[in-house]
């Protein structure tokens, strides 16, 4: 049966159990020193000073600790930027936070320097004339994967991105191109000559010819419009650079 509440009543209760006020007492002080850190947490990532010191990979799982060459080698593949996160348009979600303060907390070292895996779209990217993961720098040089949030990339970006990958790429590309096209294209588009050979002289002039024409093509909308290749851009903060 439920009663009325006698304020003196609810007094005394409350005097005579000071364990459990206490209690409530010491969850609402970790309540609020974890939303304060949160906060300075938040705040360190969005302006990233990097003054405080690094976090040793000692008692870190390891499976989640990438050197920079791995890092490199997946930015260049899938045309992404590693950058510092004070460049990330984003929103950092709330669970990165908080395993950031966990992480602080168990390894007792307080760090303001972080790192961002993602397009080069996810970033605040300057004039110099999406699917984010967030690192931890480490003090042997390499990166603690933190968090990763978002949609998976696409099953065919590294084919789609391969020609920008580097110059070498890019030429392949153009002559694996241009090599199919001499190879599809009938005599009668390449030569006048009716009683040719497939494998003739014309056709060995169309395929280089044809290198010609998009490596000047190429070359021009490179400078039109700052293309860099990946290989040269993937930590860059420019993204005409």
Not at 53 to 73: F, G, H, K
Request: hydrophobic content about 40%; proline content about 5%; overall charge neutral.
């Amino acid at each position: 049966m439920m009663r009325d509440v006698n304020l003196r009543d609810a007094l005394n209760d409350a005097e005579n159990n000071p364990i459990e006020s206490s209690l409530l007492d010491k969850v609402n002080d970790w309540l609020r020193d974890d939303a304060v850190q949160d906060r300075n947490i938040l705040q360190s990532i969005e302006e990233n000073p990097g003054n405080e010191p690094l976090m040793s990979p000692e008692n870190l799982d390891s499976r989640c600790v990438y050197s920079r060459e791995a890092i490199e080698r997946v930015a260049v593949k899938y045309r992404l930027r590693f950058l510092g996160t004070q460049h990330y348009s984003g929103e950092i979600p709330q669970e990165a936070i908080s395993k950031l303060r966990s992480l602080q907390r168990e390894q007792n070292v307080q760090t303001d320097r972080y790192y961002i895996l993602a397009p080069a779209a996810k970033f605040k990217l300057s004039d110099c004339n999406q699917d984010p993961l967030l690192f931890l720098p480490l003090s042997n040089g390499k990166f603690y994967l933190v968090h990763q949030w978002g949609n998976d990339l696409k099953w065919y970006r590294s084919i789609m991105k391969f020609p920008f990958r580097s110059p070498a790429a890019l030429a392949a590309t153009v002559l694996a191109f241009t090599l199919l096209l001499t190879i599809v294209l009938p005599n009668s588009m390449i030569t006048a000559e009716s009683e040719a050979s497939f494998f003739n002289s014309g056709r060995l002039v169309f395929f280089f010819w044809m290198n010609l024409l998009m490596a000047a093509i190429l070359s021009y909308l490179c400078f039109a419009f700052h293309f860099t290749f990946s290989k040269y851009n993937w930590n860059s903060r420019f993204f005409n650079d």
